[in-house]
């Protein structure tokens, strides 16, 4: 009879214990509670940045391949552009640098703008010589070279003449 007495007291001093502690229980159980929170957010952010990243890589790990075919698009502009000081050029070499062009352009290549008589911007075009012009100073009187945006990032910067 003895144990019986004991395993039911046990209970009722631990319920009385409790009964007293409560609000440090409560207090405890609210800090776990939003330790648990703040880590799930977390979690949901991680997840949305490690995402936000693979996507970042998938569209830019293709840079290296796209700027060495800038280069053979520049080769296809200055053939062209020879071929046109001597005479007639065929049809097909146009046909074949647009539709590099256009190949490249699927993979998110854009051209940047550049206007003759445009203001020099750094961070969009590299100054390769100042040239005296009518126009005004600093701005834009020759491109040189054509520069490109990789999803909207600047993957290589338009090579100008900047008049004096």
């Known amino acids: 009879m003895e144990d019986n007495t004991q395993q039911n007291a046990e209970p009722q001093e631990y319920v009385a214990a409790e009964g007293g502690d409560i609000e440090q229980l409560t207090k405890e159980r609210d ?5 648990w929170q703040r880590a799930r957010a977390d979690l949901v952010n991680y997840k949305r940045d490690e995402s936000k990243r693979a996507d970042d890589l998938m ?3 293709n840079g290296a391949l796209i700027r060495e075919l800038i280069a053979v698009v520049d080769n296809f502009e200055l053939a062209i ?3 046109e000081r001597q005479g007639a050029v065929e049809k097909g070499i146009y046909l074949i640098k647009a539709q590099l062009e256009d190949i490249l352009k699927q993979y998110g290549l854009e ?3 550049v206007a003759i008589g445009q203001e020099f911007d750094p961070s969009l075009h590299d100054a390769i010589a100042s040239v005296a012009s009518e126009l005004p100073s600093g701005a ?5 070279e054509r520069g490109y945006y990789l999803h909207g990032k600047l993957l290589r910067p338009s090579r100008v003449k900047v008049a004096q």
């Open 31 to 35: 800090e776990y509670l939003d330790g």
């Open 59 to 61: 569209k830019f790990a």
């Open 81 to 83: 552009a020879a071929m």
């Open 111 to 113: 051209k940047v703008p």
């Open 140 to 144: 834009i009187a020759e491109e040189v």
